[in-house]
């Protein structure tokens, strides 16, 4: 479903693995990064782009909470983002909210809960931050889009004698 913020009630809390979020909440800094290699040629000028693969999107999701009822759903919500004990590895933690949808992002590593912060009279702040989860896909592909044309003529004069130096390498290799 879409981001329709306008349309869809309930834009201020979050769900880790179905439990809603108390408070208010919001979201910062989610996307969706790619990796991307620029290569430059020796003795060339530009760059080729090569692509690398979907990176993580890592952002925070900033809790409010006012009440004392926020606070008693706090404390029944908060375990699934806390530290693991030692010995044991993260758990990997479902979240929705319709702006990490539209990005494709529904599992999450929990990367650190800050201290409460009181941001305003009677309202205390807390700071969950994420790292998104995915399976690893191969991904090494030259991006496809449209081929540069070289207006430049001396590049189309190079252009031609390559074609040709190619054109005459080939008859030679097909010499007995």
Do not use: C
Not at 14 to 32: E, N, V
Not at 73 to 102: C, E, K, M, N
Request: hydrophobic letters at 40%; charged letters at 20%.
């Amino acid at each position: 479903m879409a981001f329709l913020p306008l349309e869809q009630p309930n834009l201020d809390i979050y769900l880790i693995d179905g439990k809603p979020s108390p408070g208010l909440s919001t979201i910062d800094g989610a996307g969706s990064p790619r990796k991307i290699e620029q290569r430059l040629g020796y003795g060339l000028s530009g760059s080729i782009s090569i692509f690398r693969g979907v990176e993580l999107s890592e952002f925070s999701i900033s809790t409010s909470l006012y009440t004392d009822a926020d606070w008693a759903a706090w404390h029944a919500f908060s375990p699934a983002l806390l530290t693991p004990p030692r010995g044991q590895r993260p758990v990997v933690r479902g979240i929705y909210h319709p702006i990490l949808a539209d990005l494709k992002i529904d599992k999450v590593l929990v990367k650190d809960l800050t201290q409460p912060v009181q941001s305003a009279e009677g309202v205390w702040t807390f700071v969950a931050k994420f790292v998104a989860w995915q399976k690893l896909k191969a991904a090494l592909k030259r991006p496809e889009g449209v081929t540069s044309v070289v207006t430049d003529p001396v590049e189309i004069k190079i252009g031609l004698m390559m074609d040709q130096a190619n054109t005459l390498a080939r008859e030679r290799d097909a010499l007995p």
